[in-house]
């Protein structure tokens, strides 16, 4: 029988009452979902179990091989069968990314030889590279057998069953057993803030972390009012943020579907969490806090104002080789007690009669047994979205899928958390939220979608003339980065093309953009995350060399290589630069300074898509960071921050607040620490 499909809204509103069907169950590792060992787990993970042969086919004995392109290189799979089935799987995935797509092969391999079929579940967080064994072993199969063989949908399918219902894990499956007074789920950018804190406020602590090392914090740290901030502003006052303004701006991003008082804690607590930051980094004098100071050219507005909230960490020339944050924090936890559990993936959560949240039941991921943790005073969940489970993202967001183009950067995190969460009674958001940048390209072959694999183009966030796949300007390129993604959603492949030309250095040193795009120091001589050079020598070096970038002597010659009409491209570069010459953009309101011809060869061009950061809608918290239920009441025992948390973002995220994403968790995580730690 067919499951019954249901919509979103009845999805969110029936999850209390079970109202969904049991998904496919694997192992949820914090950020990261992972096929269950087939020994103990027989058929998980595979479209049927035990090895019944591949249905109605028949085989020439042998071992065949078969490639396709994962998200980093070819994957490889060689399969040996006899006359009726699969003997043998052997799946190579070492040009994967180490820790996603590069430890995956055993899984798969497993999993393809117990279903005896190309048809298996994905590995969420490593969907491209577990898409590319499917379709190998398919090919396969197809040697083998004289048949051609396809595999279906993967996690498109049944999208809106990605629930399930939490694991039962017996008491006699349980081979260890840890206690603590504060468990914290996950070691990113909230997990260390609130491992610190809650070490400096005298807890016992325990990081749970899925992978096998801990990782960076996120750099641009947004705060409202921090000393280093001040420091600009008594300088020059165009820098300072009016709280409110901030508060009506972000609510306004997000069309009202947010919690404003918990946006007034970021508010009020930001500078706090950044001076606190600064003191621990610059302790050493290996860090330095920098300010970035850039709020765009105020003589020339735009639409859309800029924020100069960012704060960015800097690694000095006196730090030990190597010497980074996450080597700086681990050592600054170390100092005080802080207990670490690396490679052990959160599955599940543990609630007492009452339905507080006791602890956690997490797997070990070297050898699969299970842990127990009691946590005393509390769990502080930091595991992150999941924008690396399509599943999820099918049912939840499948329009931010049909603009991605898939880079090897980005978030791991498939919603494990999230999901633990809501097993334990959490509201989920109403409403979708993403961090997406135009910083994704893909060949001029090519259209985004989640399946197309590309390259960062890091230049993609300078407001140069773009037009869509018809070779026609079609929006106002200046603002933030989703606006632009928004935008090119409503044309023709969810794609569009960049325009620019050879004076491209003096263009973007006249953009003054701000954050993470800018290319130039900032007024106050803070470093830009990349420079000018290194982000131009490649994409008319490298980009150019592999076929992503476009260079041309003329605008026709430019629209046959990116594949779009000559006639079209021509007449919007005429229309532009009309349009640049007049100082006024009459058909979209650009600002005077962002209005660059294109008028000197060589020309260059590419089709762009979205990079997909990760995504910012989660389970509900109220302003002491405690998770809640639809009703609003709290989950005792239960705290989060980060990107498994709702109630912040909404529909856009406003990037010209700079940092804000990070700035959030890191302040919410500070703020939850601090509560738990004292209970």
Avoid at 344 to 365: F, W
Avoid at 395 to 418: R, V, W, Y
Avoid at 542 to 571: H, M, R, S
Wanted: hydrophobic share 35%; glycine share 12%.
């Amino acid at each position: 029988m067919a499951k019954p499909e249901i919509t979103r809204r009845e999805f969110i509103k029936g999850i209390a009452a079970g109202a969904v069907s049991l998904a496919t169950l694997g192992v949820l590792e914090g950020c990261e979902y992972s096929l269950q060992n087939s020994k103990k787990n027989p058929g998980i993970g595979s479209s049927g179990g035990g090895k019944p042969g591949v249905s109605g086919l028949t085989f020439t004995p042998g071992t065949y091989e078969a490639t396709a392109r994962g998200i980093g290189s070819d994957v490889k799979v060689t399969m040996t069968f006899d006359k009726t089935s699969i003997t043998d799987v052997k799946i190579d995935v070492s040009g994967e990314t180490p820790d996603i797509g590069g430890k995956i092969g055993g899984q798969m391999a497993e999993a393809i030889l117990n279903a005896q079929s190309a048809d298996v579940d994905a590995v969420s967080g490593a969907t491209i590279t577990a898409d590319a064994v499917k379709a190998a072993a398919a090919n396969c199969i197809s040697q083998a057998s004289g048949t051609t063989v396809t595999v279906g949908g993967g996690e498109d399918a049944g999208s809106s069953d990605w629930l399930g219902k939490a694991p039962e894990i017996a008491e006699g499956d349980i081979k260890e057993t840890l206690d603590t007074e504060v468990l914290i789920v996950g070691c990113g950018t909230g997990g260390w803030i609130a491992a610190m804190t809650a070490a400096e406020e005298g807890a016992k602590v325990l990081v749970l972390e899925k992978r096998e090392a801990t990782t960076n914090i996120r750099h641009d740290i947004g705060a409202i009012g921090s000393k280093k901030q001040l420091e600009s502003i008594a300088k020059d006052p165009k820098y300072a943020i009016d709280k409110m303004e901030a508060l009506q701006e972000i609510v306004r991003y997000g069309g009202g579907y947010v919690d404003s008082d918990l946006i007034r804690v970021w508010a009020d607590e930001s500078a706090e969490l950044v001076d606190w930051l600064t003191g621990i980094l610059e302790k050493d004098g290996y860090f330095a806090m920098r300010h970035e100071a850039g709020v765009g050219n105020v003589d020339d507005p735009g639409r859309d104002k800029a924020f100069a909230s960012g704060h960015s960490p800097e690694t000095l020339p006196a730090a030990p080789e190597g010497m980074d944050t996450d080597k700086y924090f681990r050592q600054y936890c170390d100092s005080m007690g802080v207990e670490f559990r690396l490679n052990a993936a959160l599955v599940k959560l543990e609630q007492d009669g009452s339905g507080k949240v006791t602890g956690a039941i997490a797997q070990d991921q070297a050898d699969q047994h299970y842990i127990k943790i009691t946590a005393s005073k509390g769990v502080i969940m930091c595991a992150g979205g999941y924008a690396s489970n399509t599943q999820m993202m099918q049912a939840l967001q499948p329009h931010t899928l049909a603009m991605k183009i898939n880079l090897p950067a980005g978030s791991t995190c498939d919603g494990s958390g999230i999901k633990a969460m809501m097993w334990a009674g959490a509201a989920l958001d109403p409403t979708h939220a993403s961090m997406m940048f135009n910083r994704a390209c893909c060949l001029p072959t090519e259209t985004a979608g989640y399946k197309t694999n590309g390259k960062m183009f890091w230049f993609g966030e300078q407001p140069f003339l773009k037009v869509n796949l018809n070779g026609k300007r079609f929006c106002n390129e200046s603002g933030p980065y989703e606006f632009m993604l928004h935008s090119m959603y409503m044309q023709p492949n969810h794609t569009y093309c960049d325009i620019f030309d050879s004076n491209s250095e003096e263009y973007a040193r006249q953009f003054e953009e701000v954050g993470c795009c800018r290319l130039f120091p900032f007024d106050n001589d803070a470093p830009s995350n990349r420079d000018f050079a290194s982000v131009w020598d490649q994409l008319t070096g490298q980009f150019v060399d592999e076929g992503y970038v476009i260079k041309a002597n003329t605008i026709e010659e430019l629209a046959k290589g990116l594949k779009i009409p000559e006639e079209n491209l021509t007449a919007a570069v005429k229309r532009y630069n009309e349009l640049c010459a007049k100082g006024v953009d009459e058909d979209y309101g650009k600002e005077k300074h962002r209005l660059t011809p294109v008028d000197q060869p060589p020309f260059y061009g590419v089709r762009v898509g979205a990079w997909h950061l990760t995504t910012l809608n989660g389970c509900r918290i109220n302003t002491d960071m405690q998770v809640i239920r639809e009703d609003g009441t709290p989950i005792e025992g239960l705290w989060a921050t980060g990107d498994c948390t709702g109630g912040f973002f909404a529909q856009t995220y406003p990037n010209l607040f700079t940092g804000l994403a990070c700035g959030r968790t890191m302040t919410f995580g500070r703020h939850a620490a601090k509560i738990v730690a004292h209970l």
